[in-house]
């Protein structure tokens, strides 16, 4: 069984290591040269919607799915009427428009920030004076990291941040005064079977998220499974998602959603019965999805523009790092680092020196 992937990064290659004790092989479309999952893959070099390519990846994979979500969704429309492709192209089309995504939220019954259309500066003061200060303007397409986003604080910075946008389309949302951002991974066959994963709490600087971790009994788990079951049904989706959300009291809104395996799901490779990327195959497969079960204390630690030394990182009890094969870069996720204890005061240190290590190579 071959599997297809558009794209060829880090999370493409985390596929291919989960996929390969399957016994399944992997073609994967990117045009860099030196993507990741290159050496675990046949490698189609090009742009995604290269019609030569794409034909080659229908007629070489099996299955054809995504590892990351601005890959063209006529792309996945046109592969979908020559194999079968899980995602389905409808769900990355919701996600790769801000306004569309938060309006599928509140037909779903989510909460979300206020939020209102812009495009232009006349539709983003008068937003802004019902939504009120401070607020974010988003651009609907092709933000992530924090990428596409300004902060406004008063209507002085309102002419300036709308020239930031270089007037594309965008949305403006109010500010949530929350007290945690979770996300809630979770996967689902073709038959309809889900499994969900344990809570992430996910703490982020600069838009980047820097650390998940683990939380097994947090109280808002059934609501967040309730509010990514709605998604899943009324998507039809297969695969694994990621909905991440804002805590505020007993509530939760809802802020985004990922069609692919997710940066805050990490640490399920050593810190779960089945990591998030064997479950993605296994829903795209239609096969049993495994266990979810966290095994004790887990978290991750991100490594952004640089990575400590192999034997820092490796010296740390518990730890296990993951190389990206990625040259060091200025706010460029080039590694991470999962944590795994019995022992919860283990677990603590243990995070806490991948942390500072992280901190000390942040290059953001």
């Known amino acids: 069984m071959k599997i297809g992937i558009l794209g ?71 592969l979908s009427s020559h194999t079968t492709v899980y995602p389905p192209a409808g769900a990355l089309a919701v996600a790769q428009d801000r306004l569309l995504e938060k309006n599928f939220f509140r037909d779903l019954g989510m909460r979300t920030a206020p939020f209102a259309p812009v495009d ?23 933000g992530y990291d924090g990428k596409g986003q300004v902060l406004i604080h008063s ?3 309102l002419e300036t941040a709308w020239l930031a946008m270089q007037d594309a389309p965008s949305i403006v949302e109010g500010f949530v005064g929350f007290e945690r951002e979770v996300s809630i991974i979770a996967a689902r066959r073709p038959t309809g079977a ?17 650390i ?10 059934t609501l967040a499974e309730d509010y990514v079951t709605r998604l ?34 990490h640490w399920t490779i050593e810190g779960a019965e089945t990591s998030q990327f064997e479950n993605h195959l296994r829903a795209i497969l239609d096969l049993p999805l495994g266990s979810t079960r966290a095994r004790g204390y887990a978290g991750m630690v991100n490594f952004i523009g640089g990575v400590a030394g192999d034997a820092q990182v490796l010296g740390i009890a518990n730890a296990h790092l993951h190389l990206y094969d990625k040259a ?37």
């Open 120 to 142: 232009c500066l006349d539709d983003l003061v008068r937003a802004v004076a019902d939504i009120g200060y401070p607020a974010i303007l988003k651009s609907r397409r092709m």
């Open 8 to 78: 060829g990064g880090q999370l493409a290659r985390m596929i291919a290591l989960a996929g390969y004790p399957l016994g399944l092989q992997f073609v994967v479309l990117d045009p860099d040269t030196n993507a990741g999952a290159g050496g675990l893959s046949e490698h189609l070099l090009g742009a995604y919607d290269d019609p030569a390519l794409l034909a080659q990846l229908a007629e070489k994979a099996d299955i054809v799915t995504y590892e990351f979500e601005n890959v063209p969704a006529h792309v996945a429309e046109y």
């Open 212 to 221: 998940a971790e683990c939380r097994s009994d947090d109280p808002l788990q």
């Open 155 to 157: 209507a002085e910075q």
């Open 232 to 265: 899943l049904e009324k998507l039809d989706y297969v695969g694994v998602v990621a909905l991440e959300l804002f805590a505020v009291g007993n509530e939760l809104l809802a802020n985004e959603f990922a069609p692919r395996v997710h940066n805050s799901g």
């Open 194 to 210: 889900i499994a969900f994963y344990p809570l992430s709490e996910n703490r982020h600087r600069g838009g980047i998220l820097r």
């Open 328 to 364: 060091p870069r200025k706010g460029r996720k080039v590694a991470h680092a999962t944590v795994r204890a019995d022992s919860a005061d283990c677990y603590r240190a243990a995070l806490q020196q991948l942390a500072d290590l992280a901190l000390a190579t942040d290059d953001s």
